[in-house]
């Protein structure tokens, strides 16, 4: 039922897909609306498995890197070619750049480009956008490239998901009381100053300071364990934490 508020993950894998775990994206659904969340290697054919992709309402992308962003290429090629035409353009909510870079891969020209399939619409910190009874909320975060994390609100109930961030106020301020915080542990420690990415302790404390009432970690990098990274996580938040696996579907 997509007026329930829930989530299902789509895929979690950092930096690039694995057998059987295609990297980020997400499928949210609430008030009536469908709308795939970030489109990393892989999530285009799991995305089937739980919903026509022409009933979409929507597209929403963190940022341009190729982990959450390359299966835009595929759901151009499906809808375009492969008989999953939606009845009128998706809004897909994605940095300003988004639109250059398909029409480049593709070798087509950018204005128009990719027209009666996608509507390209930027995003910026604060940018809303309502699809039935689900309001999408855009909050600049920290990273080494425009990035935005989540806030999705329902009926009263709030997802907040991290995209890609390094610790920053704003991914607090971005999951502050949220019933379920999605959220990145991508790295074992920072190195020489790095902070483009959170550590398991980092995905714990922001869950704290936010004070969520439940925290999934996802996006666990190639240097991390999923279980163990969850394990840190929780003890830093000393709330509800669980990994998140592909193919499972949380209420929010």
């Known amino acids: 039922m997509i007026d329930d508020f829930s989530l299902t993950v789509l895929g979690t894998a950092s930096p690039h897909p694995a057998p059987d775990r295609p990297c980020s994206g997400y499928l949210l659904r609430g008030g009536g609306a469908e709308v795939w969340v970030d489109a990393g290697p892989g999530t285009f054919a799991e995305l089937q498995r739980h919903t026509d992709p022409a009933r979409l309402s929507a597209v929403w992308i963190s940022h341009l890197h190729a982990d959450h962003s390359a299966d835009l290429l595929s759901a151009v090629y499906g809808l375009a070619y492969g008989g999953l035409t939606p009845p009128a353009p998706v809004p897909v909510y994605a940095p300003a750049d988004c639109a250059q870079r398909l029409a480049g891969f593709l070798g087509r020209p950018v204005p128009g480009f990719p027209g009666g399939i996608l509507d390209l619409r930027p995003l910026a910190d604060g940018h809303t956008a309502r699809h039935g009874g689900l309001l999408l909320t855009a909050r600049a ?107 499972i579907t949380r209420r929010v």
């Open 141 to 247: 975060v920290v990273h080494d490239v425009e990035a935005y994390g989540l806030r999705a609100t329902c009926a009263g109930r709030v997802l907040a998901y991290s995209g890609d961030s390094g610790p920053c106020a704003a991914l607090t301020a971005l999951a502050r009381d949220a019933d379920l915080f999605l959220c990145e542990a991508d790295i074992d420690a920072h190195h020489e100053g790095e902070q483009v990415h959170l550590t398991p302790e980092d995905a714990g404390a922001a869950a704290r300071a936010a004070g969520v009432r439940e925290l999934l970690v996802t996006h666990v990098g190639p240097t991390l364990d999923r279980e163990a990274a969850t394990a840190r996580a929780a003890a830093v938040f000393g709330g509800p934490t669980t990994a998140a696996r592909e193919g």
